[in-house]
DNA sequence: ATCCTAGGTTCGTTCACTGAACCAAGATGT
DNA sequence: ACATCTTGGTTCAGTGAACGAACCTAGGAT
């Protein structure tokens, strides 16, 4: 975290962790990384960023190993951001820290993850009540809860409302 | 999140989270609580926050129903911020976080946290190895590592370098 | 009468976030 | 040939939050 003093002072591993994923939207470019996003102009249109700020929080999570930069096509030359592994091991705090949120200040479900192979919705660690296992976030399915808008205005959150693995890449559909 | 806009055009859950817990230091204002400290000037000490935006975060987190300011003593009046259920179930994201911290971005491990009935270290989800259940916060219990400073200069490090189980009001001790 | 403690508030400075504008390289349309 | 569009940014003025030092208050203690 940056804001002109950091956590330096705290013998403490979160701290730690908060000086790289705890300022303002990092966590939620993170989040969105795992869902599936992956383009600057996705994440600027479903989230709302300021330009500058994504730009400098992509560099960020690139440098820290969470995002990786990566051409996906030589002309014109683009680039999208690819969640490493050290960004998905951040999926156990996302979790439970959206559960958290709707379990307290949320009225309705807005997301379901479920097991893919078998349909199971996910308990609050992530496992597989049916099989008794952690479900790995590439076999995680995400499917739009009751609360979720049916008719979003951005292209990518309309790509969201689709039931789709995680990590898998969003398909925008130009209108 | 209280910069301008907040994140309420996110339909998320995580979001939600973010705009009570996401503010710089609110979530280690909540870990402390979680760890035993209850009084102003004990956070002061242990997080090195300045004055004014630690009466902000202790208002906003008691608002929010996540402490409970209570009076510990009628003369001179005194009161101390316990933290309540809703704040206990920030439990497993914090653990999480600190579990990526470590993984990630630290040498050696800082605090180990294990279930007090059998002194088993806990597993990544809270869980405990031997006994095979999710322990319940006010049956672990924190003991330093070999990463923390074994002679730290303010009360409340030295006060959690013993051994002490969760929640436990911590005691710290005038020179 | 003075000092100390706990728990704040006030205030000037600094710094990050915001939003709008601008920029650039390559593709595409006409 | 020229303008326009798409993608992925940078720049910049304005604003609001964080910082840290100083100050304040109520009640004990010396």
Request: glycine share 8%; proline share 9%.
């Amino acid at each position: 975290m940056a804001l002109g003093k950091d956590y330096a002072t705290q013998e403490c591993s979160i701290a730690r962790a908060l000086e790289i994923v705890g300022e303002r939207w990092t966590l939620l470019v993170v989040r969105d990384a795992l869902y599936g996003v992956r383009r600057y102009n996705d994440f600027l249109v479903h989230l709302g960023i300021p330009r500058a700020v994504l730009a400098a929080r992509l560099q960020l999570l690139t440098t820290e190993g969470i995002l990786e930069k990566r051409r996906y096509q030589e002309s014109p030359p683009r680039d999208e951001y690819v969640v490493t592994d050290r960004g998905i091991a951040l999926w156990p705090t996302l979790r439970s820290l959206g559960l958290w949120g709707r379990e307290h200040f949320s009225e309705t479900q807005l997301r379901a993850f479920r097991h893919a192979a078998c349909g199971t919705e996910l308990g609050p660690y992530g496992e597989c009540p049916a099989c008794g296992t952690v479900v790995p976030l590439p076999d995680v399915e995400m499917v739009p809860g009751p609360g979720l808008d049916p008719d979003p205005t951005n292209p990518v959150s309309r790509a969201l409302l689709k039931p789709k693995r995680m990590l898998e890449p969003i398909e925008t559909v130009p209108v």
